[in-house]
């Protein structure tokens, strides 16, 4: 642990706190995919199989459970919510996600560091991880309505892969033969991802404007 990887768990984390404070006491999912949320819920199940048979610390396995139960809990919330569900914008959140999934299940069978079935699904996760934003990005483009709670989630979901990436980078000159393929290529997948999303966050941050993509 290095204080990198800490800023990124921390940063990982506030932005699903983020995301249940406006579900949770505002009682709207207004911009909210729960396309990628659901991939999401996917990514955590696939990767923390290992959570009842192998215990590294006490750390790890709360972050695994609070990862677990947030992602779980935010589509219950979306898809059953008596006053949530109302407020979700399924006309416009239509992104087939099936077709992320089955291309990185895929991608994980052909190309792994070890063929068992807890190292695929763990890649698997990697894989969908990376590209489980897009759902988000294509919605928040259709609609063009940002709100600040739902642009701070997007953005911290973002900064936190930007943070594990100069996790990795301390950990390769630290560390003697720190090299992991595909996790570091998938970072930069999903980082890059997001600069479109950056840009125009900062840009209103800068000029006190609200926050829009274009279309």
């Known amino acids: 642990m290095n204080i990198f990887r800490l800023a990124g768990d921390m940063t990982h984390l506030a932005s699903v706190l983020v995301l249940l404070l406006k579900i949770h006491t505002i009682k709207s999912c207004a911009g909210i995919s729960l396309k990628t949320q659901e991939l999401y819920a996917i990514v955590f199940a696939t990767r923390y199989l290992d959570i009842l048979t192998d215990f590294i610390s006490l750390y790890n396995t709360l972050m695994k459970l609070i990862f677990l139960g947030s992602s779980f809990s935010i589509v219950w919330y979306i898809r059953r919510h008596k006053v949530v569900r109302r407020s979700y914008d399924k006309d416009h959140d239509t992104f087939r996600h099936v077709f992320l999934v089955l291309p990185c299940l895929l991608l994980a069978l ?33 609609t063009r309505n940002i709100d600040n709670l739902t642009g701070q989630y997007v953005f911290l979901l973002g900064a936190y892969r930007a943070l594990y990436i100069i996790n990795w980078i301390y950990r390769y000159f630290t560390e003697p033969h720190y090299v992991h393929w595909i996790p570091w290529i998938s970072g930069i997948v999903q980082t890059m991802l997001y600069a479109d999303f950056f840009y125009y966050y900062f840009q209103s941050w800068k000029n006190n404007q609200k926050l829009h993509l274009p279309a």
């Open 110 to 142: 052909l190309i792994h560091e070890k063929f068992t079935f807890k190292e695929v699904m763990w890649t698997f996760s990697l894989y969908l991880e990376a590209v489980a934003i897009l759902p988000q990005l294509v919605l928040l483009q259709r």
